[in-house]
């Protein structure tokens, strides 16, 4: 592959003449078409709709290959059948929001769909937000980062990744080529041993907790397992039933968030992120690695908290000076933890090897990790 260096000239040139917005270059791409189908009636079809209407652009139908969605609908938006679309495809363009992507390009393809896309919702804030930033400073951050990875392929996989953001349209090849199905558990990074201490930050319904469990074989010295949502911790307590009580005991389930400090907080607490939110409904707590796990010879970091990854590095600095942990920290957030995640690590230990991987199709699930 290799292609870093091209890249890298690309964002550069991206970024010095960035002028428009994603919401302009997707009302004009659109604006040719009768109709603007969604394709899949689930979470990431409904909140692409919600973001997509509220920036100005019409949806005016949602298709899916379940018979029972046909006829439901949502933001006054009717579920039309696979049949109906079909017969509207020419005047129709189709973008596809499920995790069954390919699944359903091929699928439409075989239909002789001709005008089908896929839309990166985030996009819309991050681009916005990252038009504001100082060019010429962050066109160096971006080329520093990039000197500082470890690897040939860390290089590839972040300016890949940092094009494809930057660029109005997306390559899918590009991503594809990219991406690895083995987020927070890289073989050609690093192996679990017996004596691991894991920190999960964002443990979800503990997914990966599971991965780390069957990675260690279930020989492992202890995890504290964050997550701020209470739905979801309720989920994690639920899963850790199924596992023997030997497991159990050396297991910690913390209903709070990471960040810098103790602080009660407001969050929105979505069905599978939970962000702190000033105008959120829920109430939560926070709490810092250096405060909750003093003492702990913690082994491994994994942040995956809704664009607080950067807070809670800070509260973890004595934790990670001290023990050494291997870290896993999600970029993908917010657009300029692209850039000082790494830096801040590289600051924090200089001796930490920085590596990028890629972990879906989709622009999503970018993580750094740092090993001694």
Not at 130 to 141: A, R
Not at 156 to 163: E, H, S
Not at 188 to 202: P, T
Request: hydrophobic share 35%.
């Amino acid at each position: 592959m290799h292609d870093w260096g091209k890249n890298l000239k690309i964002i550069e040139q991206q970024i010095s003449e960035y002028s428009t917005s994603y919401e302009n270059y997707l009302k004009e791409k659109y604006s040719t078409y009768d109709y603007i189908i969604i394709f899949g009636f689930g979470n990431i079809g409904l909140i692409t709709a919600k973001e997509l209407i509220n920036h100005g652009i019409n949806v005016h139908y949602f298709c899916d290959n379940d018979e029972q969605k046909v006829g439901k609908k949502y933001m006054d938006i009717s579920c039309i059948s696979v049949d109906k679309l079909n017969s509207i495809k020419d005047q129709s363009m189709i973008i596809i929001c499920t995790r069954y992507y390919k699944n359903i390009y091929q699928q439409l393809m075989e239909m002789d769909v001709k005008n089908i896309d896929r839309v990166f919702i985030n996009k819309m804030e991050l681009i916005e937000k990252f038009i504001k930033f100082p060019k010429e400073q962050v066109i160096n951050k971006i080329t520093k980062v990039t000197e500082l990875l470890e690897d040939e392929r860390s290089k590839d996989v972040y300016t890949t990744i940092l094009k494809n953001w930057l660029t109005l349209d997306y390559c899918q090849e590009e991503i594809d080529s990219v991406y690895t199905d083995d987020q927070y558990f890289c073989k050609d990074i690093f192996l679990c041993n017996d004596d691991e201490y894991f920190i999960d930050g964002g443990a979800y319904d503990g997914d990966t907790f599971e991965i780390f469990f069957q990675q260690t074989k279930g020989q492992f010295l202890g995890a504290h397992l964050f997550e701020l949502s209470k739905k979801n911790h309720d989920k994690l307590l639920k899963n850790m039933q199924t596992y023997d009580e030997s497991v159990r005991k050396k297991v910690h389930c913390i209903n709070k968030g990471l960040s810098l400090k103790n602080e009660t907080i407001q969050y929105r607490d979505d069905d599978e992120g939970s962000a702190i939110d000033t105008i959120g409904e829920a109430k939560g707590y926070l709490t810092s690695i250096d405060e909750a796990c003093t003492d702990i010879p913690v082994t491994y970091i994994k942040m995956d908290i809704e664009g607080s990854e950067m807070q809670a590095l800070k509260g973890a600095e004595k934790t990670i000076r001290q023990r050494k942990a291997k870290l896993a920290i999600c970029l993908y957030h917010k657009f300029e933890d692209f850039w000082e995640i790494p830096l801040y690590l590289h600051q924090l230990m200089p001796q930490y090897k920085l590596y990028i991987r890629h972990h879906t199709d989709l622009l999503n699930e970018t993580v750094c990790y740092a090993i001694t």
